[in-house]
């Protein structure tokens, strides 16, 4: 069971360049979230879905954009890259139903933009 | 909103011995779920204990264990016989007890925990 899997795991781009980070789970959990994390900052919401072909923003969705087809990929998409999203990304699932169990974090993706 | 703090940046203990980490938060809410993470150098998020506001008794699993106090809003974190594995940033977060999905986890700011061999 691989759980939440993050690709790439480390990045670095252009300042004006484009990437997509991508997150896909397995255990069929229907919540999926975007979190970044700053240093000093703890972790931030960027974007989540409930569903698929349902998401919508968090605390801090500028400058992303993301899409949910299906179940199990919730991709992030960085449209115009700018220094200010150097951080570590986070994709983590979670099962509405069990609203005790926390999430399931991936392994992160480290973006660095130059 | 919710609001996790977290007020110690670092924490320093030596193998062996005991240290609390602390976390308040503030909500209007009466029920709603707590957690610690924790994440050593290698990124991964890791659940170390999670709380249930409605239940009284404090959680313990294995070594960590929780000192919830419903009243002040204040949810510490207690590890007896420090280990060296357990260096790592540790984070408090909270989540509503319902939600239509903009539920997501409320972190803290973290705290770095350093073990003194």
């Known amino acids: 069971n691989a759980g939440v899997t993050q690709t790439p795991k480390f990045r670095i781009l252009k300042i004006g360049q484009s990437m997509t980070l991508q997150c896909a789970q397995d255990?069929?959990?229907?919540?999926m979230y975007w979190y970044r994390q700053d240093p000093g900052m703890g972790l931030k919401l960027i974007y989540y879905?409930?569903?698929?072909?349902?998401?919508d923003k968090g605390e801090v969705p500028n400058g992303y954009n993301v899409s949910r087809s299906t179940t199990e990929d919730f991709p992030l998409r960085l449209e115009l890259a700018a220094p200010s999203q150097t951080s570590v990304y986070f994709c983590?699932?979670?099962?509405?139903?069990?609203?005790?169990?926390?999430?399931?974090f991936g392994s992160g993706t480290r973006l660095t933009v130059v | 909103a919710q609001t996790v703090t977290q007020s110690q940046p670092e924490m320093s203990v030596q193998e062996a011995e005991t240290v609390t980490l602390s976390c308040t938060y503030d909500?209007?809410?009466?029920?709603?779920?707590l957690f610690w993470y924790k994440q050593p150098p290698s990124r991964q998020m890791i659940l170390v204990i999670r709380?249930?506001?409605?239940?009284?008794q404090n959680a313990t699993e294995n070594r960590f264990s929780v000192n919830f106090q419903k009243a002040a809003k204040s949810f510490s974190l207690k590890i007896s016989d420090s280990q060296l594995g357990d260096a790592a940033m540790y984070f408090c977060?909270?989540?509503?007890?319902?939600?239509?999905?903009?539920?997501?986890?409320?972190f803290g700011k973290g705290t770095h925990l350093i073990i003194q061999p």
């Open positions: 983590a699932s979670s099962y509405s139903a069990d609203r005790a169990y926390g999430y399931t």
């Open positions: 255990m069929n959990h229907n919540y």
């Open positions: 879905s409930v569903g698929a072909g349902i998401t």
């Open positions: 909500t209007s809410e009466s029920d709603y779920y």
């Open positions: 709380q249930e506001a409605y239940k009284q």
């Open positions: 977060a909270y989540r509503p007890f319902s939600g239509g999905g903009a539920d997501g986890l409320t």
